[in-house]
């Protein structure tokens, strides 16, 4: 064994988590090393938030913000109180790059550029001495008794001393993440909790959804029933796309409307003037209508309807012409249209895929590690950061927190 190949600690994943827990491992003077599979770091660290990348959330109580974990929020307390959203603040802040909160306490650094994220990362990892292998793919982990006593990377051994393994998920697998860890972590005999698509978009049965693909209801609510009966409504922002809806608040309800879909069908109905009842709309059509009495209703209604939507909208009621003029449209007709404003129906028949997932759970049960140091019970010297455990969140800066508090507590203990 050459002396070369020996660490003290060796890091697998150069993304948000990866990132943290070697450069932390190397601020305390240990020999790291990072493998990457892909050819540059932070792939996709590079691309969230719409290549804005939403760092953290800042919500200052620790409770409230961990109450958004669900399940996981009292495996959390330990590794929040070591490093939480004010030390992510102060984190990036020392690195040159402060933060600025935006609506729903959504943070982002000041440039709002994703790669100055992953430039910072990478300079936090040069000042303390880590070496960084890009392109090396890690084809076998190899364990002696309880410990990790190896790994394989291209035909070329590296053994060290500690293993923090921060491959994370299967979301968004064209940035590399393809599932590796889980596969790592099964094949030495730890349980894992099948990945499902948790923060996704929807998938609807209508097809007129393509006529108005990219157009967004910026103040919407949106009341989601199964079996006739009312489950949830959301108020907020949607996003049509060619297949259906995206946007915070739909990918925030995706793992809700799942559990509904069991049952078959989801109806979606979304009333686009939330602020209005039916007859108060009523009355500021015909208010409307009145002053444009001499004007093609197509043109008109392009006023009372949200921008991109008054085509789809008219091509939903074949019965009213969209040709004729106002001061024609029918009392039962501008109802319709009324109707039409405050319900428009969808049926969401599924949610999209993994590969259009931006968080899938699933992952290593957060029972097989101590999360006081991220240390595996069966392993003591493997350590599991970030996206690889089995943890349910939102969208809103919750994902990439998580990380950055795993990653490290993992390279302060390991």
Not at 16 to 26: I, L, R
Not at 215 to 226: C, G, N, P, Y
Not at 347 to 376: H, K, Y
């Amino acid at each position: 064994m050459s002396s070369a190949q020996k660490y003290d600690v060796i890091v697998i994943g150069g993304g948000a988590s990866g990132m943290m827990a070697a450069g932390q491992a190397g601020s305390r003077g240990k020999r790291v090393l990072l493998l990457e599979k892909n050819k540059k770091l932070g792939a996709k660290l590079a691309i969230t938030g719409g290549t804005r990348c939403n760092i953290t959330n800042a919500e200052e109580d620790t409770r409230t913000l961990l109450g958004h974990y669900g399940n996981a929020e009292q495996f959390l307390f330990s590794p929040f109180s070591q490093f939480g959203v004010k030390d992510t603040f102060a984190f990036f802040e020392a690195l040159g790059l402060p933060l600025v909160v935006e609506a729903r306490k959504r943070a982002f650094p000041h440039t709002h550029k994703a790669e100055d994220v992953v430039r910072a990362m990478t300079e936090f990892m040069r000042k303390n001495k880590v070496e960084v292998r890009l392109g090396r793919t890690v084809e076998k982990i190899v364990t002696k008794g309880s410990r990790i006593e190896k790994v394989i990377a291209d035909s070329e051994e590296f053994f060290a001393d500690s293993f923090v393994f921060a491959t994370g998920g299967i979301s968004h697998p064209e940035t590399g993440s393809t599932g590796d860890g889980f596969a790592w972590l099964a094949k030495i005999n730890l349980p894992i909790a099948k990945p499902t698509p948790t923060i996704v978009p929807l998938k609807v049965k209508e097809s007129w959804i393509k006529d108005v693909s990219g157009v967004t209801l910026s103040d919407m609510k949106i009341t989601f029933m199964s079996q006739s009966k009312k489950k949830f409504s959301r108020t907020g922002a949607v996003l049509f796309t060619h297949f259906g809806l995206s946007g915070p608040l739909i990918l925030n309800s995706s793992s809700q409307v799942a559990d509904y879909l069991h049952e078959g069908p989801v109806a979606a109905h979304i009333d686009m003037r939330p602020n209005l009842d039916l007859g108060v709309l009523d009355k500021l059509i015909t208010e409307h209508f009145a002053a444009n009495s001499n004007k093609i209703l197509k043109n008109t209604f392009k006023e009372l309807a949200p921008q991109g939507m008054s085509d789809a909208l008219l091509a939903l009621m074949p019965a009213i012409d969209p040709g004729k003029k106002v001061h024609s449209v029918t009392k039962e007709e501008r109802r319709v249209l009324a109707e039409l404003l405050k319900d428009l129906p969808l049926t969401i028949t599924d949610l999209m895929g993994l590969d259009r997932a931006v968080v899938a759970d699933g992952g290593l049960p957060l029972t097989e590690i101590d999360t006081r140091t991220m240390r595996v019970n069966k392993y003591p010297n493997l350590f599991v950061t970030g996206d690889l455990l089995h943890i349910n969140r939102p969208t809103g800066g919750y994902s990439l927190q998580l990380c950055w508090t795993t990653g490290f507590v993992a390279g302060s203990a390991a």
